[in-house]
Structure formats: C-alpha cells, structure tokens
C-alpha cells in the first residue's frame, strides 16, 4: 500500500520565533482502517514479536516495562519544557 502524504503548511497568526519552510511534507504510514481491529493479515514484523513473546515471556515483559517507563520520563520531559517555556515567556517580576 502506498504511503498518503499530503501537504502542511504554516498557519497565519503563528509568531516567526524559527524559520520554518512555507510547506513540508507530512507522510502518513498507513490509511486509518474503518474496522478495529482491522482483517488485515499479521505482517512480519508484528508475527515475530508474537513469536518472541511466546518464546520469552520474561524478557517480553521486561521489554514492555521498559518502554513504559522510557514513554513517561519523555512524556515527564515535555512537560517540564512546556512548563519552562511558559516561564521564560511570563517571567514572575
């Protein structure tokens, strides 16, 4: 299946703090399906992560903690930016 790509470009309004090209590329993997979970046959690569799981359960749910606690400390990082960000924009006087 082809990838759908369509074009993004700047919003009127928005501030010039970085120069951004007028339009980007945006490149979306795979079409939404209308049903969930979708008919579509496993592909590769989600067989082998099935196949890993079955053959190392252990190693599995350590993986799936790991990428858990990896996603919070991100999603912790942002918003301590955004929360930074607005402090460098509204400084207390």
Do not use: C, H
């Amino acid at each position: 299946m082809q990838p759908v790509v369509k074009e993004a470009s700047r919003q009127k309004g928005s501030s010039p703090r970085r120069r951004v090209s007028p339009r980007r590329m945006i490149v979306a993997a795979d079409p939404k399906l209308q049903q969930f979970p979708s008919s579509r046959p496993i592909n590769k690569q989600e067989l082998l992560v099935a196949e890993y799981t079955v053959r190392y359960p252990q190693e599995a749910m350590l993986v799936v903690q790991e990428q858990q606690e990896f996603e919070e400390e991100v999603r912790q990082a942002q918003l301590e930016l955004q929360e930074s960000l607005r402090n460098a924009e509204n400084p207390e006087r």
